[in-house]
């Protein structure tokens, strides 16, 4: 099966300008979510989505960020406007049931603030 | 709030031996632990899970031991091999929620 595809591999922005991130998880996975990961941190969950549907959001810093799932398949998380700690992996994972037997992660997005 | 906690953030073995990544944990609550491989500029990758009802679980050269009263989970690869050099990451979650991972150990298995 195809993987969890992410675009762009890498980004690179000046502080207070936009950036989108895209996402488009395993065919038939419901639930799919959106890390970030710090250098030298672990994958922090920002916000995670059961179909179309926002399940927990709670970390996500929504002055600047925001995340959408039409249509219940591929998303996109944008961040306006952009921190120098912002700079960071964005990684997106699919699952087909909720959180266990692990996620599939996708390659992620090195996005760099400057 | 680090709720899950690799102490170590780098490992050497040499080839053959075994490895020994450790991790734990503080939310009592947690009931699902994972660990995941991650090579550079990959996504990690799923690598084996334990549940709390059980102590051990094994999968070929890969064997997790979960210490519920110590709240403490170890990584064990025998034999190490080069191709396991990655940086491993445990991660826990209470039922139905979501995972919290640690800093991650990089593991060098030196041939």
């Known amino acids: 099966e195809a993987g969890v595809a992410q675009s762009p591999r890498y980004k690179i922005i000046e502080k207070r300008q936009s950036v989108a991130f895209w996402c488009n998880p395993i065919?038939?996975?419901?639930?799919l979510y959106w890390y970030q990961q710090i250098l030298g941190q672990g994958p922090k969950l920002l916000i995670q989505?059961?179909?179309?549907?926002?399940?927990?959001d709670s970390q996500l810093p929504k002055d600047r960020f925001s995340a959408e799932r039409l249509k219940g398949v591929d998303s996109t998380l944008k961040i306006q406007p952009a921190k120098l700690e912002d700079s960071a992996v964005y990684l997106c994972?699919?699952?087909?049931?909720?959180?266990?037997?692990?996620?599939?992660f996708g390659s992620g997005t090195r996005l760099t603030v400057v | 709030d680090q709720q899950v906690k690799q102490n170590s953030p780098s490992l050497s073995v040499q080839e053959g031996r075994i490895s020994i990544l450790n991790c734990d944990y503080t939310?009592?609550?947690?009931?699902?632990f994972l660990w995941y491989k991650k090579y550079p500029a990959e996504g990690p990758t799923f690598l084996i899970s334990?549940?709390?009802?059980?102590d051990k679980n094994e999968d070929g050269r890969f064997t997790v031991f979960l210490n519920k009263s110590a709240k403490h989970l170890s990584l064990h690869i025998v034999p190490s091999q080069p191709g396991d050099s990655a940086v491993y990451f445990c991660?826990?979650?209470?039922?139905?929620?979501?995972?919290?991972f640690g800093t991650g150990t990089s593991l060098t298995v030196i041939p």
């Open positions: 991660a826990a979650s209470a039922t139905g929620n979501q995972f919290y």
């Open positions: 989505f059961q179909n179309n549907g926002v399940v927990d």
């Open positions: 939310n009592s609550m947690f009931d699902y």
């Open positions: 065919s038939g996975h419901a639930t």
């Open positions: 334990i549940s709390s009802i059980k």
């Open positions: 994972a699919s699952s087909s049931r909720t959180a266990h037997r692990g996620y599939t």
